[in-house]
């Protein structure tokens, strides 16, 4: 049976870095740290400036973890910067870390370590950029998607978005967020996201600034109400913002018209974020809060989300990653993860997307996600799948629609315009 969705959409994407990574240095294939050593790193679309950069090893089943050491036996002179899998942590060398201000034992650079630093590494050329750009598309087009959402925002990234919109190469419809990590980065994304909210097109689209405010569940580093693992006094992961800096950052982008976009993957983490909204509102500033992630949420915080304008930006493949040790992780928690049902029972909006390039962008993944996490205890979905896939906004690019087998994309049209066949 095929099915028509309309603006197909994937609602938490890292747009340039997904494309990068289609040409980029892929370590999935990595099955030791010392593996590395034979491996050709020097390629051309590897590097970001004279830096190294890759993305996508998982050291799970690793004799001995990554070290700094290694990289440093290839490559004393020139930084290396190779991004995990999951997008949390970052395996570099001694030169990366010196020209980044850092010291590590390791080489292992963690959460909010790598994530500043991977915005601070050397801008892609031009053509790279370009390339990245078009790579994108391709991979989401044939997702199936015609419109993503971007977390990861930059001023060159808008320009050359719009440039190549001018050129009739643009084939997904584009929102951008700006991240910043602290209160500094704050009022540079803020006057980036006014900028270029006074200079949206017909395809791209300036929505408001994201920050994360804790960690994730695999590091154990999200924020819990309760200790991972069931031990007593243990971790439960932090907040990783002051109470009142969010409450400044609240007012200041809501009186600006702007979104706030905040990682909350933690219940507690989504608690006191919804919370902080609710004093603000209740001070009279009013504007619109999206949830990244919220994997683990208390009915309470549910409660508390109705009265305000929140969106859930959730990503069902996340499941399909965590399952094996996500009962193990969250202890009694495990009755709040992955709550889609519960935010759609309580009519909280919510949209699904993918995270890319930390999984597929896929609407299979998630579709399988939903049919199988109910057998793992989580309640089941009973909304209609595409409906939480589709944009919400009808009047942003509307003659854009796919269609759908039951398990793969046969047709995509883009402004009319069919850009995707099927393979048959
Ligand atoms: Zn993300």
Redesign the pocket.
């Known amino acids: 049976m095929l099915l028509k969705i309309p603006r197909l959409y994937d609602s938490?994407?890292?747009f340039l870095a997904t494309g990068e990574f289609v040409t980029g240095l892929n370590l999935h294939g990595l099955h030791s740290a010392a593996e590395i050593l034979s491996w050709d790193l020097e390629k051309e679309n590897y590097h970001r400036g004279d830096w190294i950069v890759g993305f996508g090893w998982q050291d799970s089943g690793w004799e001995s973890p990554p070290h700094k050491k290694i990289l440093d036996q290839l490559f004393p002179h020139k930084p290396v910067y190779l991004a995990k899998a999951d997008?949390h942590v970052a395996w570099v060398n001694s030169e990366a870390l010196k020209r980044l201000g850092l010291s590590s034992e390791s080489g292992l650079l963690l959460e909010s370590d790598h994530l500043r630093s991977w915005d601070q590494l050397p801008k892609f050329s031009e053509p790279q950029q370009r390339n990245h750009i078009l790579n994108a598309c391709k991979v989401y087009n044939q997702a199936g998607f015609t419109h993503v959402r971007d977390?990861?925002g930059s001023e060159s990234l808008w320009n050359s978005l719009i440039a190549l919109e001018n050129e009739s190469l643009l084939t997904v419809a584009i929102e951008e967020n700006f991240t910043f990590y602290n209160l500094t980065d704050f009022e540079v994304a803020l006057e980036l996201a006014k900028y270029t909210r006074q200079h949206e097109t017909a395809l791209v689209r300036s929505k408001g600034v994201k920050f994360f405010f804790d960690g994730s569940l695999g590091s154990e580093t999200a924020y819990l109400s309760q200790p991972y693992n069931r031990i007593p006094n243990g971790n439960c992961g932090q907040g990783l913002w002051k109470s009142n800096d969010v409450e400044e950052i609240f007012k200041k982008a809501w009186t600006a018209g702007l979104e706030i976009s905040v990682?909350t993957i933690g219940d507690q983490a989504a608690h006191e974020i919804v919370q902080t909204a609710r004093k603000v509102s209740a001070l009279g500033f009013v504007g619109r809060l999206n949830l990244?992630?919220v994997q683990v949420l208390r009915p309470e915080t549910i409660q508390m989300m109705k009265a305000l304008h929140v969106r859930c930006h959730m990503?069902p493949c996340h499941w399909l990653s965590d399952r094996d040790w996500l009962q193990k992780k969250l202890g009694d928690l495990y009755r709040y993860a992955f709550p889609w049902e519960a935010l759609r029972a309580a009519q909280v909006p919510i949209s699904f997307g993918c995270?890319s390039p930390?999984e597929k962008s896929s609407f299979f993944a998630n579709k399988i996600a939903l049919e199988q996490s109910p057998a793992a205890r989580i309640k089941k979905f009973t909304g209609a799948i595409e409906e939480f896939h589709s944009h919400p906004d009808k009047s942003f690019v509307p003659d854009a629609w796919t269609v759908v087998s039951e398990n793969s994309v046969e047709e995509v049209f883009f402004q009319g315009r069919q850009i995707l066949f099927s393979r048959a």
Request: net charge negative; hydrophobic share 15%; glycine share 8%.
């Open positions: 938490h994407t890292h997008g977390m990861t990682h990244e992630h990503q995270d930390v």
